[in-house]
Nanobody
Framework: QVELVQSGGGLVQAGGSLRLTCAAS????????KAWFRQAPGKVREFVSS????????DYADSVKGRFIMSRDNVKNTVFLQMNSLKPEDTAVYYC????????????????WGQGTQVTVSA
């Protein structure tokens, strides 16, 4: 078992930046696949980004590619999502996630989730 605790988020104007942080409890899952998802009001949760075990490779949804950067610090068992050039359509609750597997390219089998954090981008 692992607990994921998120921080960051908030309200920002379009074009601004925010940084999300997700800290995992203990040392378990420190090198496992991790990802960020988001869910906008009235929409299904969607994949945002994922990262491999050492941070050397990342995958992004087309909608955020070139604007968002995911990174990780395995010593601190923490992942980050730097969100730049934010748009109103980025408004959503953002969730970090992890799983027992290290397969960071599979998007639909994440097992453990953070509590979610609201990101609101005003026009």
């Amino acid at each position: 078992q692992v607990e994921l605790v998120q921080s960051g988020g908030g309200l920002v104007q379009a074009g601004g930046s925010l940084r999300l942080t997700c800290a995992a409890s203990g040392r378990a899952f420190s090198t496992n696949a991790k990802a960020w998802f988001r869910q906008a009001p009235g929409k299904v949760r969607e994949f945002v980004s994922s990262i491999n075990w050492n941070g050397g490779a990342t995958d992004y949804a087309d909608s955020v590619k070139g604007r968002f950067i995911m990174s990780r610090d395995n010593v601190k068992n923490t992942v980050f999502l730097q969100m730049n050039s934010l748009k109103p359509e980025d408004t959503a609750v953002y969730y970090c996630a992890t799983k027992k597997s290290m397969d960071w390219l599979i998007k639909d089998d994440y097992e453990y989730w953070g509590q979610g954090t609201q990101v609101t981008v005003s026009a």
